[in-house]
């Protein structure tokens, strides 16, 4: 059997199923090949954005040189194209998800606007004053602010699952937290600052017991684990297609359909409509009672072509290729003294938080910058979780499919220059 | 091609490792804070004004290396000087941050803070190194919101 630890380094496994050929998939995306500041590029901020295929470029280009029209309206072939081409991406969002229904899939912006909606939405229709929504201490602040947002406007609570010191959460607290009071659970998949991957089956199983619908943001978790929506269970599902390896402005909500019939129309305006009067508007059927107005249609298609992408490789095998070179990096910098690393969960995407004694996060960024590694240092936005770990901010790796063993090797000799600069 | 030691002068570490004025003013007549959100560099500043001279300056708070030798060096170089003084020192280190210095004569004006001559090379980094002056302009108007530079 061939291990994927192999994969990373050896040429002779080309047939298993589990090889990834990382030099054939590094041939995909044409910005590996760009020198930044004389250097090769090494681009290890996938967490914050992900780079896009040549196929995924040359379909948003194909779109607007030859496809260009506008959906659901035209009875010109153009018009006919474009709807085709973006009902297409639906159904492909469908099976990238396994959901039942493409009518569950609805188009967003992204992530942000994905949860902004069931806040808004569902929190119009089912949470009142005096209710609790609860989220976890590792999100992002896009799954924070429009929770608080929601519980300013109707005098709900917001509550909080805890996490240890290895930034994985405390389930018995969660536990505790739960009650008839509770609408909604919203968490992340994966946390973007400490690279944890949540149990959300059982978060979803426990919130069911109370009949609480759960969100799971899954920006940095679709990219790079299989999801199949139907068999979590998940009630809401959230991800975004530019870190996806498709177009920036683009997402998916997908949501059961039960529960999307009964929310209100989260914006008005056309498309979202059946028949408009003065004295009463019929709203459009799903998922179109939530696409109001001209959608991203290039953004849509580029995003089908994303997952064509992605399925054509293979999920497992890219999460499992990842998780080798997580392992790999965090053995290596484990060794590296003076360094720690933020987020140590037993179960992890491809994430590594890191702080250096004695150096800012951005002295970090800027040292690595200068040799053409891309990394991110701040917050995250996510400042309760710096907070959490007493840091303002923390450098941070975050690796995809096309990063190799010796990026992460660059990676480490350039944290060993920073130490010796500082030192 | 980018030079490190262009922004990482041997200056700054000194004054990052060491840094100057690093205290609390017990009774300061002035005070102002600075802060930066995305990157979470955050300063105090404190000000002993005696009429229109500055007799003491401090600082605190957390940052990377440039902004704390930013606000290092500054507390140096503004410390016995008049509040009209300070404010033609922070005009002439505002130029040379956004690049806009234009002999070595202007540079050899400013002394040490002439080690942050490179920072306008690194267009990310003018915000860490602007934010200790910021606040000191606000501590000097008796400002009390919070200074932000990004």
Same mark, same amino acid.
């Given at each position: 059997?061939?291990?994927?630890?192999?994969?990373?380094?050896?040429?002779?496994?080309? !047939?298993?199923?589990?090889?990834?050929?990382?030099?054939?998939?590094?041939? +995909?995306?044409?910005?590996?090949?760009?020198?930044?500041?004389?250097? $090769?590029?090494?681009?290890? #901020?996938?967490?914050?954005?992900?780079?896009?295929?040549?196929?995924?470029?040359?379909?948003?280009?194909?779109?607007?040189?030859?496809? /260009? %029209?506008?959906?659901?309206?035209?009875?010109?072939?153009?018009?006919?194209?474009?709807?085709?081409?973006?009902?297409?991406?639906?159904?492909?969002?469908?099976?990238?998800?396994?959901?039942?229904?493409?009518?569950?899939?609805?188009?967003?912006?992204?992530?942000?606007?994905?949860? /902004?909606?069931?806040?808004? %939405?569902?929190?119009?229709?089912?949470?009142?004053?005096?209710?609790?929504?609860?989220?976890?201490?590792?999100?992002?602040?896009?799954?924070?602010?429009?929770?608080?947002?929601?519980?300013?406007?109707?005098?709900?609570?917001?509550?909080?699952?805890?996490?240890?010191?290895?930034?994985?959460?405390?389930?018995?607290?969660?536990?505790?937290?739960?009650?008839?009071?509770?609408?909604?659970? %919203?968490?992340?998949?994966? %946390? /973007?600052?400490?690279?944890?991957? /949540?149990?959300?089956?059982?978060?979803?199983?426990?919130?069911?017991?109370?009949? =609480?619908?759960?969100?799971? +943001?899954?920006?940095?978790?679709?990219?790079?684990?299989?999801? !199949?929506?139907?068999?979590? +269970?998940?009630?809401?599902?959230?991800?975004? &297609?530019?870190?996806?390896? &498709?177009?920036? &402005?683009?997402?998916?909500?997908?949501?059961?359909?039960?529960?999307?019939?009964?929310?209100?129309?989260?914006?008005?305006?056309?498309?979202?409509?059946?028949?408009?009067?003065?004295?009463?508007?019929?709203?459009?059927?799903?998922?179109?009672?939530?696409?109001?107005? =001209?959608?991203?249609?290039?953004?849509?298609?580029?995003?089908?072509?994303?997952? +064509?992408?992605?399925?054509?490789?293979?999920?497992?095998?890219?999460?499992?290729?990842?998780?080798?070179?997580?392992?790999?990096?965090? #053995?290596?910098?484990?060794?590296?003294?003076?360094?720690?690393?933020?987020?140590?969960?037993?179960?992890?995407?491809?994430?590594?938080?890191?702080?250096?004694?004695?150096?800012?996060?951005?002295?970090?960024?800027?040292?690595?910058?200068?040799?053409?590694?891309?990394?991110?240092?701040?917050?995250?936005?996510?400042? $309760?979780?710096?907070?959490?770990?007493?840091? $303002?901010?923390?450098?941070?790796?975050?690796?995809?499919?096309?990063?190799?063993?010796?990026?992460?090797?660059?990676?480490?000799?350039?944290?060993?220059?920073?130490?010796?600069?500082?030192? | 091609?980018?030079?490190?030691?262009?922004?990482?002068?041997?200056?700054?570490?000194?004054?990052?490792?060491?840094?100057?004025?690093?205290?609390?003013?017990?009774?300061?007549?002035?005070?102002?804070?600075?802060?930066?959100?995305?990157?979470?560099?955050?300063?105090?500043?404190?000000?002993?004004?005696?009429?229109?001279?500055?007799?003491?300056?401090?600082?605190?708070?957390?940052?990377?290396?440039?902004? *704390?030798?930013?606000?290092?060096?500054?507390?140096?170089?503004?410390?016995?000087?008049?509040?009209?003084?300070?404010?033609?020192?922070?005009? *002439?280190?505002?130029?040379?941050?956004?690049?806009?210095?234009?002999?070595?004569?202007?540079?050899?004006?400013?002394?040490?803070?002439?080690?942050?001559?490179?920072?306008?090379?690194?267009?990310?980094?003018? *915000?860490?190194?602007?934010?200790?002056?910021?606040?000191?302009?606000?501590?000097? *108007?008796?400002?009390?919101?919070?200074?932000?530079?990004?």
């Amino acid at each position: 059997m061939t291990t994927i630890g192999n994969a990373i380094t050896s040429k002779t496994c080309q !047939d298993s199923p589990t090889y990834l050929d990382v030099g054939k998939v590094r041939q +995909d995306f044409p910005i590996l090949k760009e020198k930044v500041r004389g250097k $090769p590029l090494v681009y290890l #901020d996938n967490a914050a954005t992900s780079q896009k295929p040549q196929v995924v470029i040359d379909t948003i280009t194909r779109y607007y040189l030859s496809e /260009n %029209s506008n959906i659901h309206r035209g009875i010109h072939f153009l018009s006919e194209l474009a709807t085709h081409a973006y009902e297409d991406a639906r159904l492909k969002v469908k099976g990238f998800l396994n959901a039942s229904a493409t009518q569950e899939v609805i188009f967003v912006r992204g992530t942000t606007e994905g949860i /902004n909606l069931v806040a808004q %939405s569902y929190g119009r229709g089912f949470v009142k004053a005096g209710d609790e929504i609860i989220i976890s201490a590792m999100e992002h602040h896009s799954n924070i602010v429009p929770w608080q947002m929601l519980c300013d406007q109707v005098g709900a609570r917001l509550r909080v699952i805890p996490i240890n010191d290895n930034g994985e959460l405390l389930i018995g607290e969660y536990e505790r937290l739960l009650n008839a009071k509770t609408r909604i659970v %919203s968490v992340a998949h994966v %946390s /973007n600052a400490l690279g944890t991957i /949540n149990p959300i089956r059982q978060i979803i199983e426990m919130a069911h017991r109370w009949n =609480t619908p759960v969100l799971i +943001d899954g920006a940095q978790a679709a990219p790079h684990l299989a999801v !199949d929506v139907q068999d979590l +269970d998940c009630d809401f599902y959230v991800f975004s &297609g530019h870190k996806l390896f &498709g177009p920036t &402005g683009i997402g998916v909500l997908y949501g059961k359909a039960d529960l999307l019939e009964k929310m209100p129309p989260y914006q008005g305006g056309g498309d979202m409509i059946r028949s408009v009067t003065f004295e009463k508007t019929l709203y459009n059927t799903l998922p179109y009672k939530f696409e109001a107005g =001209t959608p991203h249609i290039a953004g849509v298609i580029g995003l089908g072509s994303a997952i +064509d992408y992605l399925c054509r490789i293979g999920l497992e095998k890219i999460a499992a290729y990842e998780r080798e070179l997580l392992d790999y990096a965090t #053995d290596v910098l484990s060794t590296v003294t003076g360094v720690r690393i933020i987020g140590t969960a037993k179960e992890k995407a491809g994430i590594l938080s890191f702080v250096i004694d004695g150096v800012h996060p951005h002295d970090i960024g800027t040292i690595l910058d200068c040799d053409g590694i891309a990394i991110r240092a701040g917050h995250h936005c996510a400042m $309760p979780v710096m907070q959490r770990f007493g840091v $303002p901010a923390t450098a941070r790796a975050s690796f995809a499919f096309y990063n190799t063993k010796e990026e992460v090797d660059a990676l480490i000799r350039a944290i060993h220059k920073v130490i010796e600069v500082f030192g | 091609m980018f030079d490190l030691s262009e922004l990482y002068h041997d200056i700054i570490f000194d004054h990052n490792r060491k840094p100057r004025n690093f205290r609390k003013i017990q009774g300061a007549n002035r005070m102002a804070e600075g802060y930066n959100p995305l990157c979470g560099d955050q300063i105090t500043i404190y000000l002993n004004l005696d009429g229109e001279v500055i007799r003491d300056i401090s600082f605190q708070g957390l940052g990377c290396a440039i902004s *704390k030798a930013s606000a290092s060096m500054m507390t140096d170089s503004v410390k016995g000087k008049t509040m009209a003084e300070a404010k033609v020192l922070f005009d *002439k280190v505002h130029k040379m941050l956004i690049g806009e210095t234009g002999t070595r004569s202007d540079l050899n004006e400013i002394g040490e803070l002439a080690a942050l001559s490179g920072v306008c090379n690194f267009p990310n980094r003018v *915000k860490c190194a602007s934010l200790a002056w910021h606040t000191l302009r606000a501590a000097l *108007k008796g400002d009390e919101t919070v200074v932000s530079t990004e």
